[in-house]
């Protein structure tokens, strides 16, 4: 089996060149200048950050193709896997296990120049007629800096990097794969590649931003699973590990020699060797960023961030942890290491971390062809960026071919030219960076001077905690003991400890609080008939729950004011494209229900069901800190809509789901079943029955607590003297109709 990596001559040959020390220098220069231009943002901005990656922050609403992660896993789908580990194992070949001290350091500085990137490639994008987006450092090299001559430069250069150190280079190593791990034969493993890689790219950018939300999950948990089962047994303590690469992080020896030149050429070669392994600024994933739907720049310029983090916290250290284990940090242990690993008796595994790298492999190419599409695009025009496509799976087949029929030569040759070509690339992009620092600053302060955006630290973990959490499958766990019935002596004292904590006033409840067999039916309590009082009055309308008035008002066009500076889009709120128009402009109020309240929901007038609308979504919170904090929160939760056809106007009564609530329910439909382990959207109109409902009837209700939003149509209402914040009882006037508009069927 051949070595995947290079023999000792082409290895010095290469990574001694003299052109990756100045690259090492020219980043190491660029990564401190803008640290401090941007006021050390990747230690200030890290939570919001992730929030932002997580989706909390993103805004339907807004101009783009893809979402923040989608972007951010097809800018970086070869660098996060393959990038890392290809890097790491050089690093540490050349420089010895005590330069992953410094990778850790260069990934702190290094973020920055990340966001620079990304921010002017969204700030300076370009929208053609066809609503296809054109974005890349040659658009902010040419629009900022007026040097149209650099930006032909750039991407000149650029398409040349993205045949070789994109296309060659990436899917040599998926041969590597497919010949010695898949024991596939001759061209069959390339071609089989060739194809996927064909599918994704032809349709669009959305394909590969969707492609990028299944595979680099899918390729995280393989890595992750493969990395426990082959490596556990043999790993040290990883104590140790942190203290020998603090040691000789300190007392580093070049191969080619000692002496503090020596030294420093190590510690210039084995990072640059890394970092340019990582794509850092070489332009690939701002290309990507250019095309996210957001509303605010820097925010995906924040999220891109997060790739040097990753690859130089966490995969670094994971491939660092294992060379170490394994004895594997000379330069002749490194070069055999792939080989043992392919070896390992642990098939399943084995194959695990194969499929990793190929997930992440074919992420990878499909971003560096979007990345060369556009490069194409911008100095040729549309005609030769047809011809790059052809270009690109040709010149990937023919290397592989050759590397099939004549070995591993061929793919040191791509290393050596691919390095040298994303060297070239790299130079003026980051003297561009450095200059337009202050753009991009502008552009920070803009994101959180206007958006309202957030970024304490403990709130931020919150949120993120909150965030990767599997809260359906908690929420369904919380529903199924909330359900269980416990004998007396034990449920009683429940209970009664549930109702002091949250102060819940059990004279109102229609039972004893013995006769409850689960915290389930206490919570879904009735009360008492006479416990609230309906206001009779024709045109008065009702609020549906005893609750706390969150927000209300008017909504401007198709918006919706959640919080202070967040609001979100009618359209997205109430899923139905049937009725969502009738609303434009009309009045909305939010009804927060928490743990002390009645968790039945009543009609708010009298009227006619017309049908519902259910969409699966995520069960978030909807507590104080979610809404102000969570972009979007209603419209990403789980949420059923009854639509209630009223003399006076239509009303979308949406009861949104949230963390803990097992299931919604509405009395006029059983079939209804929501927090599903398969869930679907579903879309239901009554057209063959006639479904009525007097004010203040029961119409759902709420298996544990959450909100209830009313939307009403344009000029319709007039709401009473409501104040945000204040306790309210179902029953309880909100509002006075205006005027019949239609009339409606008589009750049977």
Known sequence: METLFLSESKFNLILGADILSPYFYLIL????????????????FLFLSLKIFTGNMDFKGSKGQLVHSQ??????????????????????????????F???????????????????????????PSGRYLSGPMY?????????????????????????FGGVFPFLGLTYITKEGLNLSGMSGPISIAVILLFIVVGGIRRVGKTASILAPIGILLFLFSYVSLFHASLVSFLDFLTDVTKEAFAIKAIQGGGIFGVLRAVSVSLSAFFLSTETAVGKSSGIAGVVRTDYA??????????????????????????YSYGAVSLESILAFPARIMENPNQIALGMLLLSFLSFGILSLAGWFYSGEQNAFYIFGEKFSNLFRILFIGFALGFAYLYVNYGIAVFTFAIQIGYTLAVITSVPLLVALMLLGKSAKLELNKYLNESGARYEIFKDFYLLFLTLLPKN??????????????????????LKAFAKVYKINLDEAELQIKEYASLNQFFTRALRAEARIIDSA??????????????????????????????????????????????TNGKYITFYLSPQDYHRIHSPFAGQILGYYYEPGKLFPVNDLAVLNIRGLFPKNERLITFLQTEYGKIAVIKVGASNVGKIRVTYDNKIVTNNWIRFAKEHQYKDVSIMIDKGSELGRFEMGSTVILVFENDTIDFTNLTLGEKIQ????????????VSLPVKV
């Open 29 to 44: 220069i660029a990564a401190l200048y803008l640290t401090f231009r941007l006021g050390f943002v990747q230690i200030r």
């Open 102 to 128: 410094w990778i850790w350091v260069m990934s702190l500085l290094v973020m920055p120049i990340r966001f620079v990137s990304s921010t002017l490639a969204v700030k300076f994008r370009n929208q053609l």
């Open 298 to 323: 820097a925010k995906q310029g924040l999220v891109s961030m997060l790739a040097s983090f990753f690859e130089g916290f966490v995969m670094a250290t994971l491939v660092g942890f294992v060379l």
């Open 71 to 100: 972007a951010f896993f097809a800018g970086i789908g070869s660098s996060l896997l393959s990038g890392s580990v290809i890097g790491t194992a050089l690093a540490v070949a050349y420089g010895g296990i005590g330069v992953l």
């Open 140 to 164: 902010f090299i040419e629009k900022s800096l007026r040097a149209k001559w650099l930006a032909i430069a750039f991407s000149l250069t650029s398409i040349f990097t993205v045949l070789i």
């Open 730 to 741: 179902y029953g309880t006037v909100v509002g006075n109709f205006k005027k019949k508009l």
């Open 473 to 494: 499958l908690i929420s369904k766990i919380f529903g199924y003991f909330s359900t269980m019935r416990l004998p007396r002596f034990m449920m009683i004292p429940i």
């Open 538 to 583: 024709g045109n008065a309308v009702v609020s549906p729950t005893d609750s706390r008035i969150t927000s209300f008002g008017n909504i401007n066009q198709s918006t919706i004011i959640q919080a202070k500076g967040i609001d979100y889009s009618v359209k997205e709120l109430l899923g139905s494209e049937k009725y969502y128009q009738s609303f």
